[in-house]
C-alpha cells in the first residue's frame, strides 16, 4: 500500500508556530514519525506539504495517476475555507483521513467548518503528531477490509 502524507499551510512551521497550540516537534519530525511507523506496518508513504492552495489540488489529482491507496490530508486554514480542495477529493475518490493537530472544535468559530470532510472516511483532531500515525492505522484498516 501508498499512501500521500498532505499537509497544507503553515505546517512546514511546526516547532515555531503557536507552540502551546502545535507542540516544539518540528515538520521534520512529524515525516521522520510517520516514515518510521510506515516501515513498521509496512507501507509505502510519500510526503507533500505547500503553503498554496492549487498546488494542493494538483496534488491530489497527481496522486489519483500515481494509484495512490490512501490520503492523509491537514489541509490548516484551508479546511475552513476551500470547496476547491473538496472537489479534487471527491474527483479523486481516493480514501482520505482528516487530520488536526489541535483539537478544532475547541478553537474560534471559524474552525468549526470543514469543507473537505465531506469527502473524507474519518477525522482525527486534537491529538498531536500522533493523529498521523492514526490516520495510517486507519486508511491501513479500512483498505484491508
Known amino acids: 500500500m501508498k499512501f500521500l502524507v498532505l499537509n497544507g499551510p503553515n505546517i512546514n512551521m511546526l516547532g515555531l ?30 510526503f507533500y506539504q505547500s503553503n498554496h492552495e492549487g498546488s494542493l489540488v494538483d496534488r491530489i489529482q497527481q496522486a489519483y495517476e500515481e494509484n495512490i491507496d490512501g490520503i492523509i490530508f491537514n489541509p490548516a486554514a484551508y479546511t475552513h475555507t476551500s470547496i476547491a480542495l473538496l472537489d479534487a477529493l ?53 483498505l484491508s477490509k
Do not use: N, W
Not at 24 to 36: A, C, F, G, N, P
Not at 95 to 102: A, K, L, N
Not at 106 to 122: H, L, M, N, P, T
Open 17 to 46: 508556530r503557536e507552540p502551546a497550540i502545535y507542540g516544539r516537534k518540528t515538520y521534520q519530525d512529524l515525516l521522520s514519525m510517520v516514515e518510521e511507523h510506515a516501515k513498521e506496518i509496512g507501507v509505502e508513504v510519500l
Open 90 to 142: 471527491k474527483a479523486v475518490g481516493i480514501p482520505t483521513v482528516e487530520v488536526h493537530i489541535s483539537k478544532v472544535e475547541e478553537r474560534e468559530d471559524f474552525r468549526q467548518i470543514s469543507y473537505v470532510r465531506k469527502a473524507c472516511i474519518k477525522t482525527i483532531t486534537g491529538h498531536g503528531l500522533k493523529g498521523y500515525v492514526e490516520a495510517l492505522d486507519e486508511l491501513v484498516k479500512q
